[in-house]
Each structure stands twice: as C-alpha cells, then as structure tokens.
C-alpha cells in the first residue's frame, strides 16, 4: 500500500530535550516536506526536499532542521523544542514537478507534539 | 504573510444545503488545488485546476479557478454528513521550485 509513516504519532516532551520526528514514503517520490499546523493559520511548511541531499526552508523554518540521506526517508529534527513549537506536524511527499506541471502531495497521519 | 485566504472560517449546515467555500489571494499561482482533512488525518487531495477559469466536478462538489489563477471556489450541492471536514486550498507558486502555500481552512459542519 502506497504510504507515508510518521512516528511517533503522539509525543509530550519538556522544553530543551532533542527530539526526532520520522517520516517515511514508499513511493519513491523526489519531493518531501513538513508542515505545521496550528488553528486559524492552516497548514503551514517548515522545510522542503526536492531530492536527497537537496533541502531548503519553507515559510517557517526557525528551530527545526532537517536531512535527506535517503529517498524515502525525511526526518524533522527539533535541536531544543520550546513551547511554541508545540502543534500537529505532517509530513508529506510527491512527484518532482515538471516545468508547467503540478503533482499530488500524499500526507501522512500527522504527530501531535505537546511541549512543556 | 497568509498568501491564500479562505472563507468562511467555519461553516455549520444542515443536510440537504448548498454551500460555497472560498479561496483568494492577491498572488498568481500555476496551479491550485482542493484537499479535505477529516479529524486524525492528514489531508486529501480532491482536486488540482490549472487553467483560468476552469471548472470541475466531482459528484456534488464544483470546484472553480479564477481566470486570472487567482482564486478559486468549492461549492457542494446537497451537502450530506460525510462532507464534514476541513477543507484546504493551496496554491503552487510559479517558479522552477517545489513552493505551495496552503489557506488558512474552512471547517465545515454538515448535521443530519
């Protein structure tokens, strides 16, 4: 089944403490992204990767990092959470667009990160 | 900056109602398309329009691209429960890069 993972799904840490979000395709899609979600403001990206070893910031990218080592995966790393980044994060992947083209970005089940 | 503004924020109607959701923005994009998030998910893809002025239909839901690839709309026909959920328009940014910005999200409430 074609899919994206994210893990974990659910995560409560406390303000400073490293955390790792997963997230992974098996489509074999070039394109890979995160998003933020909070209300009233819709989905919002964090980074972006048009293909391994390419990434580039979205719209907020402050306290996040991210790698792209291999294809199918695009780990959202948080060096020292703050409250502030608390919110539902989804990660999503799709085809590389061709000039002229648009493409469908498949979202995975989203991580609901509570920092306190 | 929210590039893309929809309308209403919320909407709550009874089965049977149409409804139309907007989406608008001052930018031009190349394409724009329609998801629905329903709680515990992540988004869903309905529909992607590319050409000014474009309409689409699928089933009961018409969705429709300004001519100037600027706005966009989603009406339903007969709304039933199950098009509860939140929907989301997002625009792709002309360019040679992957950029898509999403709306701000119309939260929609269809009760039986």
């Known amino acids: 089944e074609a899919q994206v993972t994210q893990n974990p799904r659910y995560l409560i840490t406390v303000t400073g403490k490293k955390l790792t979000v997963t997230c992974s395709q098996n489509?074999?899609?070039?394109?890979m992204s995160w998003y933020r979600q909070d209300p009233g403001l819709g989905l919002r990206q964090i980074y972006y990767?048009?293909?391994?070893?390419?990434?580039d910031k979205g719209d907020v990218p402050e306290g996040y990092k991210v790698s792209r080592k291999e294809k199918r995966n695009f780990p959202l790393i948080l060096e020292s959470p703050s409250p502030n980044q608390t919110s539902l994060y989804f990660c999503?992947?799709?085809?590389?667009?061709?000039?002229?083209?648009?493409?469908?970005?498949?979202f995975g089940p989203g991580t609901r990160l509570t920092v306190t | 900056t929210q590039l893309l503004e929809q309308s209403p924020q919320f909407l709550s109607i009874q089965e049977g109602e149409n409804l139309t959701v907007y989406c608008n923005s001052s930018?031009?994009?190349?394409?724009l398309q329609w998801y629905r998030q329903e709680p515990g998910e992540g988004p869903v893809l309905l529909v992607t329009?590319?050409?000014?002025?474009e309409v689409k239909k699928l089933k009961r839901l018409t969705f429709q691209f300004g001519d100037a690839r600027k706005d966009s709309s989603l009406h339903i026909t007969a709304a039933q429960p199950g098009d509860t959920g939140l929907y989301l328009c997002?625009?792709?940014?002309?360019?040679?890069?992957?950029?898509?910005?999403f709306g701000t999200g119309t939260k929609l409430q269809v009760i039986p």
């Open positions: 999503a992947s799709s085809l590389s667009r061709r000039a002229g083209g648009y493409y469908e970005q498949y």
């Open positions: 489509m074999n899609h070039e394109y």
């Open positions: 990767s048009m293909n391994v070893e390419v990434t």
């Open positions: 930018s031009v994009f190349s394409s």
């Open positions: 329009v590319v050409t000014g002025g």
């Open positions: 997002a625009g792709a940014i002309p360019g040679g890069y992957q950029k898509v910005t």
